[in-house]
């Protein structure tokens, strides 16, 4: 992670979490053609601001059920029932996105507090989604504002 990236999140206080929902974790379960690999789930999920326990309690939920289906690599299927969900549902870093669309695509670390309040995001799941976004180019840090990119905002104005 970027040296300007980690001063902004680790100045922050740690929240409640976000309230995760199945229907959005179907939502990106959906993208991957409702099935996930032992050693996919951490890189489908955590991007997208789902805690680690979240996932672990609703997949294994699923399994022990009878509602999920695991083969015998560990592939775990959702059937066409849940996935996908009828409708879409945000996951966490679309709401981020949705504050910084909101905040004409910029958000300053002093801002940070309440949107994290008002998402209810950890510092790790704030940390999973934003980190990606930065490495890839699509948030730009200058001192202690953060911008998101022209087409990223764009996209996250229209969700």
């Given at each position: 992670m970027r040296p300007a990236l980690v001063l902004i999140l680790c100045a922050l206080p740690v929240p409640v979490l976000a309230e995760q929902t199945e229907v959005a974790l179907y939502t990106v379960l959906a993208r991957q053609g409702c099935s996930v690999g032992p050693?996919?789930?951490?890189?489908?999920?955590?991007?997208?601001?789902?805690?680690p326990e979240f996932v672990r309690d609703t997949l294994t939920g699923?399994?022990?059920?009878?509602?999920?289906?695991?083969?015998?690599?560990?592939?775990?299927?959702?059937?066409?029932?849940l996935c996908p969900p009828d409708t879409a549902a945000a996951t966490p870093k679309q709401q981020f996105l949705g504050e910084?669309?909101?905040?004409?695509?910029?958000?300053?670390?002093?801002?940070?507090?309440?949107?994290m309040g008002r998402l209810g995001l950890s510092r790790a799941q704030l940390q999973a989604i934003a980190t990606p976004l930065?490495?890839?180019?699509?948030?730009e840090v200058r001192?202690?504002?953060?911008?998101?990119?022209?087409?990223?905002?764009?996209?996250?104005a229209t969700n």
């Open positions: 050693h996919e789930v951490a890189d489908t999920f955590a991007p997208e601001g789902f805690t699923l399994l022990i059920d009878g509602t999920a289906t695991e083969d015998a690599v560990g592939r775990l299927s959702v059937p066409p029932s910084f669309a909101a905040n004409d695509c910029a958000l300053h670390a002093s801002d940070l507090d309440a949107v930065y490495d890839a180019g699509a948030i001192g202690r504002r953060a911008t998101l990119s022209d087409t990223l905002c764009g996209a996250a």
